[in-house]
């Protein structure tokens, strides 16, 4: 009886070790969304937006301030990280409300993103803000 228990554990444990290696766990990939973002310092106020494009028109001295809305139609808590890349981070006077929160399931949240030229701004620049969804 002691013979066969212990053959039975040893079966196990070898239909264990053949199995495992192919199990194979599923994670989710992080999804990133790029928004194209063009500045362009000019005598008045535009603003066009496109499903994944912001071209502003802005004078130089002024503000303008624009937004994205972010859901989470997830089954979990997600984490959401939103950065600017390109020539418009490199500005004092583009900036995000945040970089970093998280969503519950069906919840909103609204990335805002601030422009403020100096007086003495001119040219054009060109980004992106980037969100990335983990």
Same mark, same amino acid.
């Given at each position: *009886?002691?013979?066969?228990?212990?053959?039975?554990?040893?079966?196990?444990?070898?239909?264990?070790?053949?199995?495992? =290696?192919?199990?194979?766990? !599923?994670?989710?990939? =992080?999804?990133?969304?790029?928004? %194209?973002?063009?500045?362009?310092?000019?005598? +008045?106020?535009?603003?066009?937006?496109?499903?994944? *494009?912001?071209?502003? +028109?802005?004078?130089? &001295?002024?503000?303008?301030?624009? !937004?994205?809305?972010?859901? @989470?139609?997830?089954?979990?808590?997600?984490?959401? +990280?939103?950065?600017? !890349? &390109?020539?418009?981070?490199? %500005?004092?006077?583009?900036?995000?409300?945040?970089?970093?929160?998280?969503?519950?399931?069906?919840?909103?949240?609204?990335? %805002?993103?601030?422009?403020?030229? =100096?007086?003495?701004?001119? &040219? @054009?620049?060109? &980004?992106?803000?980037?969100?990335?969804?983990?």
């Amino acid at each position: *009886m002691k013979t066969i228990t212990k053959e039975i554990i040893f079966f196990i444990i070898i239909l264990i070790l053949l199995i495992y =290696p192919n199990i194979k766990i !599923q994670t989710k990939q =992080p999804e990133i969304k790029v928004y %194209q973002i063009n500045i362009n310092i000019s005598n +008045n106020y535009t603003t066009n937006i496109n499903e994944n *494009m912001l071209n502003i +028109n802005i004078p130089a &001295g002024q503000s303008i301030s624009t !937004q994205t809305k972010i859901t @989470n139609n997830e089954e979990k808590t997600i984490s959401i +990280n939103s950065q600017l !890349q &390109g020539q418009i981070k490199t %500005q004092n006077w583009v900036s995000i409300n945040e970089n970093s929160f998280s969503l519950k399931l069906n919840e909103e949240k609204n990335i %805002q993103i601030n422009i403020h030229p =100096p007086i003495n701004a001119q &040219g @054009n620049l060109s &980004g992106e803000l980037i969100i990335t969804t983990i």
